[in-house]
């Protein structure tokens, strides 16, 4: 059997967006009345990503979980933020042209580091569901993550479950 | 068709564990009596991962593949162990009163770069199966690994099989 | 209901190698008729990996996209290409001499980088099925990665389907 559902977030411009899924996965397998077999969540973009995390209790200045804000920190030493031209090869002349005759942002099209952030870690998770419930035990969160810090737009996400 | 299983594994202190799950996994595909469909091995916890890799045949000093030293030296370098406080900014004080407050150990609270390093890989692998058996290659192994250096324990994995 | 399908590649030596496969993926779905449900597109080998990544118009010198070559550059930064002895502990003694019997190349054996890449990203994507297409949005791409740089091989993909 198949269930399947999507729904929409917002994402923030300047910083990383974190939002917690948990509840609308659990309650979407609850509805499909699956009780044994799997569920992703995935993203419908390519500059997000969904992961599981424990719950950290406190907070950053920009109002992340503590956890969340380490992952981003983490990234920023590996794959820095895109702040000027040049730090990466992406986007090139082609991808800039192809933005201004669509009406696109030349600036949020410097997201090189959301691209790569997103193929690294993946669009989607992939969690057990075992008597009716998503495998995340007692702290496990889902949560979307929206990489690209040029713009804050309308996210697509998908809970898609298959069992019996 | 659903099949499941979970089994428990003994996790190490001090060093990263890894748990060649191969066989597990097998058997439980042979067990299921599908032939077609895919196989998901899951990590319980948010401090662990799954991967496949190639069995390397020599030994690091360790006791680990040297494949798999590779794997955690190249996390030393990018996602440092948590040897003193201040390296990440998770645990904060909400998450160490409520350890104290539920008899958890502080200690075992500074596994922020065990949860990083889940976060990354991921906590499940998701792989074909093919007239019965799990589409690993010649050398391919499954290893359940528990990044969580600070203690050792009872760790579930899950294995869920669904096809036909 | 389960539907799948293998092909082969052909690889490089010398670069990595990103074949776009998003259309034998498609094609393969729309073959199976399941309309909703989810798509596994999955490496045989533990080399390899399977990414989902925007199409970004520009190359590089080496004929990849620009967003591909930079995630070779942030992994030759993190995890540096095997070009000496001594990089990594893998391969031991004992692979290099199990290779000798075999018939393999030493210079074979140093892939590594090519091992380690590929545990991180993982040998698959799932990608969720609606209305008979893999949701990829409109400039997503599915890119079958070959990170050994030692030798061009034939390749194995797999993609499996399961809904209805």
Redesign the interface.
């Known amino acids: 059997?198949?269930f399947?559902k999507s729904f929409a977030l917002e994402s923030n411009d300047k910083v990383v967006t974190f939002h917690n899924v948990t509840e609308q996965a659990a309650e979407t397998v609850r509805e499909s009345g699956i009780k044994?077999?799997?569920v992703?969540i995935?993203s419908?973009?390519?500059?997000c990503s969904v992961?599981?995390?424990?719950c950290?209790?406190?907070?950053?200045m920009t109002g992340l979980?503590?956890?969340q804000?380490?992952?981003v920190?983490?990234f920023e030493?590996?794959?820095p933020t895109q702040r000027s031209e040049g730090m990466?090869?992406?986007?090139?002349?082609?991808?800039l042209d192809?933005a201004e005759q669509h009406g696109e942002d030349n600036f949020g099209c410097h997201n090189?580091d959301a691209?790569?952030r997103?193929?690294?870690?993946?669009?989607?998770?992939?969690?057990?569901v075992?008597n009716g419930t998503p495998?995340?035990?007692e702290?496990?969160r889902i949560h979307f993550i929206d990489w690209d810090q040029t713009r804050g737009r309308t996210r697509t996400v998908?809970v898609?479950i298959?069992?019996?």
């Open positions: 059997m198949v399947r044994e077999g799997i992703v995935s419908h973009h390519t500059t992961i599981t995390q424990e950290a209790f406190d907070m950053s979980e503590t956890l804000q380490d992952l920190n983490v030493k590996w794959i990466y090869l992406h986007p090139g002349q082609e991808a192809y090189t691209h790569l997103s193929s690294i870690i993946g669009r989607s998770v992939t969690i057990v075992d495998d995340l035990g702290f496990g998908w898609m298959i069992g019996e």
